[in-house]
């Protein structure tokens, strides 16, 4: 497949009082065409600075970027045409409507006014498209800045949290929207915080940390590199839930009780769990390795504490660290 999007070796430092802070280090990423491509990360590890400084609006210290084949950001002007951005969340005139709103953005960018009732219907707002921007929601003024980005009909669109304030809704559209772009052609890097939603929506992934990548490939890839070390245990009928747990839990398990199996959080060895409860006359129905989903391999590579209530505990100081042997 040809790269539509390239970034090699790209680093940006700041100076500052404290000291020099590198937001970008040596950070990487190819994306392909016709791809919906997800770039996460968490708060402060450089997505931002990255979209910014592809799109010129800050100057890298090193490295290479190109789009559509054109090294920028020298060649930008030539390739600008063709890239529709939202990066963090744009501004709109509350007295205008979204139509108006529309057409002038239209005519400073050379664009066919022809192409508004087009981009209004594509993100949902026909009905509204007479209405003052002031009235909109924030999920509204959302697609308001999808919509502008759609009106050059780029090749590449860059969309910086576009669900930013949808109701669940509203991210459905939206999800449907970005496969339905991408169907048509056009290549999408999009920026998230909701991880379920790049998981469903995307073909291939970038994680940056601390301003260097730490996994790029097809979200399938990634998945099937990591395993979340945990699994779903049921016992036969009649098999008592709470002494079970309590018999791997003395072990060293780290497990999570739910109302008819159990979660094992760090099982590096699954034959270890029926030996021991076997050995207490307790026997297991099922013993199912748990996937690893996109919030799991985010978790372990960024080192971002879990969510509260999560209910997979992986806790790596007791692996192994059981009088059993646990996880050996």
Known sequence: MTAVLEISGLRKTYRSRKGVRNALDGFDMVVEAGQVHGFLGPNG???????????????????????????????????????????ESP?????????????????????NRSRVPAVLDLVGLRDRAGERVKTYSLGMKQRLAVASAL??????????????????GGIREMRTLMRDLSASGM???????????????????TIISAGRRVTSG???????????GAVRVRLEQGGDLFGAAQVLREAGAQVTLEADYMVVGNASNPALITRLLAQRGV??????????????VFLELTGTAPVEGQNRQVDESALG????????
């Open 283 to 296: 026997y297991v129905s099922e013993l199912t390795p748990i996937a690893a989903d996109l919030e799991d």
């Open 187 to 205: 290549t999408v890097l999009l920026s998230s915080h909701i991880l379920g939603e790049i998981q469903l929506i995307c073909d291939s992934v």
């Open 321 to 328: 660290a059981g009088r059993n042997g646990w996880g050996q």
């Open 45 to 87: 590890s450089g997505k931002t600075t990255t979209l910014r400084t592809l799109l010129g609006l800050i100057r890298p210290n090193d490295g290479r970027m190109a789009i559509l084949g054109q090294e920028v950001p020298r060649r930008l002007p030539q390739v600008a045409g063709q890239v529709g951005a939202i990066v």
């Open 218 to 228: 097809s979200v399938a890839e990634v998945l099937a590199s990591h395993t979340s």
């Open 151 to 168: 009106l050059k009909e780029p090749k590449l669109l860059i969309l910086d949290e576009p669900a930013n304030g949808l109701d669940p």
């Open 91 to 111: 501004q709109f005139f509350g007295n205008f409507t979204a139509k108006d709103t529309l057409s002038l953005l239209a005519d400073a960018g050379n664009v």
